[in-house]
């Protein structure tokens, strides 16, 4: 065995770590672990416990009081951040970075250390969908998806009667500008019945910081995003490494390939809502290189335009450093939120999005990001 590696994998937007057994990084650190394993390298995984919607300093800031407790050897350090994790690695290694601490560490002697940085489905260049989740029933409906989401999880679906709620306030969101908060908070109360009296406490403590701290919601408009990506510069001996999703465009194609399930034609419903937000054909996106251009070709068969996108980021938002990989998936499937209920344990669909993402498109994103951080290849 050569000297031990260090891999730190980040959630994004209101991602968690661990919320009493339901797991943001579905069978990813099973896949690390095999390939680290075989390439004789002595690894220790960690999943950061971040602040959902905290600003990217606050969260940054929790990244390193973990790294600093852990990292106790000299080894190499891989920060690998799905969505906005993404964002909080980049800070990290950032020359003069300032980040939120509430403890008495410090980023240069770990940053320095950082060899490879993966970001995975990150909204580099922004989100238009941050614009409506910064209004007022933005954060209402937030809060919401991010109950139904860790049902999802932990359950394999939400109740058909709460879905269909969703599918009337995700049709007619216009007609629910002056939605009540009874209307919502009855919705709240029929999910947590439905779990233990100690999942509840995790599940409202960690609801509980969203409402109190929304900061990141701003932060990655494609305006905030600007002002971040001018002041987070790049390290000159980490490698940068990126891997973009597009899932498929809704409409007839998509309604199809769902099939005539009652419930996961309501889901879609959710995700042309979330794929619409995404949906502006007057953002401004960095073109890509010839050869960054020629993969998303290959995988594709074209050069993704501005209102393509895995339903919660545009994917030429997704690329930063080297473009390595190139799917096609939501936001949530690259983490291991797709359909595939025979294994153990169960990977379960929130986002019925009709692109056909399976356990194979799986190993093959997370094998890749393994090459790409042993450098192999």
Not at 284 to 309: H, K
Request: glycine residues 8%.
């Amino acid at each position: 065995m050569n000297e031990k590696h260090y891999v730190y994998l980040i959630p994004g937007f209101f991602g968690f770590a661990d919320l009493g057994g339901i797991t943001y990084f579905h069978h990813v650190r099973q896949i690390i672990e095999r390939r680290f394993r075989a390439a004789k390298i002595d690894v220790e995984i960690y999943e950061i416990k971040t602040l959902p919607t905290a600003s990217i300093a606050r969260r940054t800031g929790r990244l390193l009081e973990k790294v600093a407790q852990t990292a106790l050897g000299e080894g190499p350090i891989h920060l690998i951040g799905h969505s906005t994790g993404g964002l909080d690695a980049r800070l990290f290694v950032s020359p003069g970075a300032s980040v939120d601490l509430s403890g008495p560490y410090t980023l240069d002697a770990f940053a320095d250390r950082v060899d490879t940085i993966v970001t995975v489905a990150t909204p580099h260049h922004g989100t238009p969908m941050a614009n409506f989740f910064s209004s007022i029933l933005g954060e209402k409906i937030l809060y919401l998806i991010s109950l139904t989401t860790i049902y999802t999880m932990e359950f394999g679906k939400v109740p058909m009667t709460i879905m269909l709620a969703l599918g009337e306030i995700f049709t007619e969101l216009d007609d629910h500008l002056g939605l009540e908060d009874s209307v919502l908070d009855g919705l709240y109360e029929k999910l947590f019945s439905d779990f233990d009296e100690e999942r509840q406490e995790k599940i409202k403590a960690f609801l509980g910081e969203i409402k109190k701290d929304q900061t990141l919601v701003t932060q990655l408009t494609p305006e905030g995003i600007a002002d971040f990506n001018a002041m987070c510069k790049m390290r000159e001996d980490t490698r940068y490494g990126s891997v973009a999703m597009k899932a498929r465009k809704p409409g007839l194609k998509s309604i199809t390939e769902i099939g005539l399930n009652p419930y996961r034609q309501t889901s879609h419903l959710l995700y042309r809502f979330l794929h619409w937000l995404c949906d502006d054909d007057d953002a401004r996106y960095p073109e890509c290189s010839d050869e960054e251009i020629a993969l998303f070709e290959r995988v594709y068969g074209n050069y993704p335009d501005r209102t393509q996108s895995d339903g919660v980021v545009p994917t030429r938002s997704q690329v930063w450093g080297t473009l390595f990989h190139v799917g096609k998936g939501d936001h949530l499937d690259v983490c291991g939120h797709f359909d595939d209920q025979e294994r153990d344990p169960p990977h379960y669909d929130w986002i019925a999005t009709g692109t056909s993402f399976s356990f194979p498109q799986f190993e093959e994103l997370w094998n890749a990001v393994c090459s790409f951080v042993l450098q192999e290849g």
